[in-house]
């Protein structure tokens, strides 16, 4: 992940530059990350108004807190492989779990899908966290950023997230869920390709 994305830019300036001259630690805000998650996940899971509102905004600020805790550390001098792989498996939790969330909260939301919602949301969500899982991976073995696929324009591509609170927002959560139970494993099975090298090397 590029450390300069227009994300980081907003998290910066409404998280971290407040929070340099602190007792906060990195860990703090990764742990506030994992909170948000959660609780977006929860929100999400009842699969109606407000809660749909109030968990893609949980999940929104998750988002922050995901950019904030990284740069905080590189701000202070309070990086570690500890803290860096803490984060990626907060990702892997909250980027796969909202997923599942909107897959029950649309199982009994009157949606089109029925119970297919809950296994189109695990599929996506498992998807995800494989993805994340080949990243820990390769990093274990090449070091930090050795499983990047870089950014443009500002934009990296961890940043399709904020697609999710914005549909869920909005209550387009079933197309949103068919876009994620599809794009997510296609997307996984790209990086494993990419990266296959990477992962099958020996410690």
Same mark, same amino acid.
């Given at each position: *992940?590029?450390?300069?994305?227009?994300?980081?830019?907003?998290?910066?300036?409404?998280?971290?530059?407040?929070?340099?001259?602190?007792?906060?630690?990195?860990?703090?805000?990764?742990?506030?990350?994992?909170?948000?998650?959660?609780?977006?996940?929860?929100?999400?899971?009842?699969?109606?108004?407000?809660?749909?509102?109030?968990?893609?905004?949980?999940?929104?600020?998750?988002?922050?807190?995901?950019?904030?805790?990284?740069?905080?550390?590189?701000?202070?001098?309070?990086?570690?492989?500890?803290?860096?792989?803490?984060?990626? *498996?907060?990702?892997?939790? =909250?980027?796969? *779990?909202?997923? $599942?969330?909107?897959?029950?909260?649309?199982?009994?939301?009157?949606? /089109?899908?029925?119970?297919?919602?809950? #296994? @189109?949301?695990? $599929?996506?969500?498992?998807?995800?966290?494989?993805?994340?899982?080949?990243?820990?991976?390769?990093?274990?073995?090449?070091? &930090?950023?050795? &499983?990047?696929?870089?950014?443009? &324009?500002?934009?990296?591509?961890?940043? &399709? @997230? =904020?697609? $999710?609170?914005? /549909?869920?927002?909005?209550?387009?959560?079933?197309?949103?869920?068919?876009? /994620?139970?599809?794009?997510?494993?296609?997307?996984?099975?790209?990086?494993?390709? #990419?990266?296959?090298?990477?992962?099958?090397?020996?410690?």
């Amino acid at each position: *992940m590029s450390h300069n994305t227009w994300l980081h830019k907003i998290s910066r300036t409404l998280i971290v530059k407040p929070l340099v001259r602190t007792a906060v630690h990195p860990n703090h805000l990764t742990i506030a990350r994992l909170v948000t998650g959660v609780g977006a996940f929860c929100s999400i899971s009842f699969g109606a108004s407000p809660w749909l509102q109030i968990g893609s905004v949980c999940f929104l600020v998750s988002i922050l807190f995901d950019r904030a805790d990284g740069d905080l550390a590189r701000l202070t001098g309070r990086t570690s492989s500890s803290g860096h792989k803490l984060d990626l *498996m907060s990702d892997a939790f =909250c980027n796969s *779990m909202i997923f $599942v969330g909107l897959g029950i909260g649309l199982s009994h939301s009157h949606s /089109a899908y029925g119970l297919g919602a809950i #296994v @189109m949301g695990l $599929v996506a969500g498992m998807s995800v966290a494989a993805i994340l899982g080949m990243v820990i991976k390769v990093e274990s073995l090449q070091g &930090a950023r050795a &499983a990047e696929l870089g950014s443009a &324009a500002g934009f990296d591509p961890d940043d &399709a @997230m =904020c697609v $999710v609170p914005i /549909a869920v927002f909005f209550e387009f959560g079933e197309g949103l869920l068919l876009l /994620a139970a599809i794009g997510a494993p296609c997307f996984a099975v790209f990086f494993f390709i #990419v990266f296959r090298r990477k992962i099958f090397l020996r410690e």
